[in-house]
């Protein structure tokens, strides 16, 4: 309440917009600068069974929890050219993650980055934010088509960094655009204040919009809310190099340590996914594979320290169709596989979804049911309900 004063008495005009659009719209005594305030909640409730020895339904377990908490503030600094983001989460799982490379603190901060439009359709990121990498992960937690991402994004993701990104985008034609966009980051994930350990990651993204853009940023939306009057199709392509990397997920996942210190190998992740939507009709679709110059990690005199890069591949599928009264049923299909010396076993996952949207991502209610076969291991069974609602 205190920030929020020390910012009303600064401003010259203050509203609270519609639902769903933020709780303020601050705008500076000159017009210099603007800042939308808004938060957003997301209520989660799971049960999950395991697969028994006479096939049946054995160990249930639930829970609930607030699965994220956060609070946004947007908007431009000096000139609208220079824009700007900060994301706070404020849940258990937003914060988790504290050691000694984060200060042995939470890590409250998601986003913190500048956007400058310095020359016509060229813009320059700088600060700690996603990486433009697979769909799904880019896609906010807010806008997803189900209640959480896929085990591929679980698996493979790379996340966000602090470094710096350049964007442009271009028409090779009047509808078939092109967007284009690379990012020099730290390598280790976000809100490490002791580093940086290895070398440095690099990520280059290519995006080709052959019938143009979708309606409100719907290639980065899952549903197809808008319900596009034509059909609409992203395809992207996507390189992620992280070098001298000293986690088992390139910039995610555990340090590999050896008896010198830190194990370092070349990490490779690439990404094939795109988005489609036509009247109501939406498909999902992302191929990740990941590599590495020497994936078993080594102390200095040969022996196996025990850690592994997740080295492997997968594939998420994921389709939905919009019904009246913006009901929407959707299903997704993964399947992981990852390499041998990983010691994990193939998983499959098959996913019936369910939601309501009430004001389309902003409130909405979503359910849905997941079956996975893990082969030479326990199948489970998982269900999930969850409330969203976002100022």
């Known amino acids: 309440m205190i920030l929020l004063g020390t910012l009303t008495s600064y401003s010259q005009e203050t509203n609270a917009p519609k639902f769903g659009k933020g709780l303020f719209n601050l705008v500076g005594q000159d017009s210099t600068w603007t800042m939308k305030i808004a938060t957003r909640m997301q209520f989660l409730s799971i049960a999950t069974w395991d697969e028994g020895a006479d096939g049946g339904l054995a160990n249930p377990e639930q829970n609930f929890l607030v699965r994220r908490a956060r609070l946004k503030f947007d908007g431009f600094a000096y000139t609208p050219k220079l824009t700007y983001k900060l994301e706070l989460g404020l849940s258990n799982r937003d914060i988790s993650g504290a050691s000694a490379f984060t200060s042995n603190a939470p890590r409250y901060i998601l986003d913190a980055v500048v956007m400058w439009n310095f020359y016509e359709n060229f813009e320059l990121w700088v600060g700690q934010t996603k990486l433009p990498g697979n769909i799904e992960r880019v896609i906010s937690s807010g806008n997803l088509q189900q209640v959480d991402r896929s085990l591929l994004n679980s698996r493979f993701n790379i996340d966000r960094d602090a470094g710096i990104q350049l964007r442009h985008h271009f028409n090779l034609s009047d509808n078939f655009l092109v967007r284009e966009k690379f990012a020099i980051s730290q390598g280790e994930g976000r809100n490490i204040t002791t580093g940086n350990l290895g070398g440095h990651q690099y990520t280059a993204r290519l995006e080709f919009l052959p019938f143009g853009e979708f309606e409100g940023s719907g290639d980065y939306s899952g549903s197809d809310l808008k319900r596009e009057a034509k059909p609409k199709l992203m395809l992207a392509v996507n390189y992620d190099t992280n070098q001298n990397a000293v986690k088992t997920r390139s910039n ?48 200095s005199d040969g022996t196996e320290t025990g850690d592994v890069v997740w080295v492997g591949d997968g594939l998420n599928l994921q389709s939905g169709y919009m019904l009246a009264k913006d009901w929407e049923i959707s299903g997704r299909y993964t399947n992981i596989n990852l390499d041998d010396i990983t010691g994990r076993d193939a998983e499959t996952q098959y996913t019936l979804g369910l939601s309501k949207y009430i004001v389309g991502h902003k409130l909405k209610v979503q359910t849905d049911l997941s079956y996975l076969s893990v082969d030479g291991g326990s199948d489970e069974l998982m269900y999930r309900l969850q409330f969203d609602v976002h100022f």
Do not use: L, V
């Not at 008896?259 to 191929?287: A, P, R």
């Open 252 to 299: 995610q996942g555990s340090y590999m340590t050896n008896d010198i210190g830190f194990y370092e190998t070349n990490i490779n992740t690439f990404f094939f996914d795109g988005m489609f939507k036509y009247n109501g009709f939406s498909f999902m679709w992302e191929y990740a594979n990941r590599d590495a110059d020497n994936p078993i990690a080594r102390n």
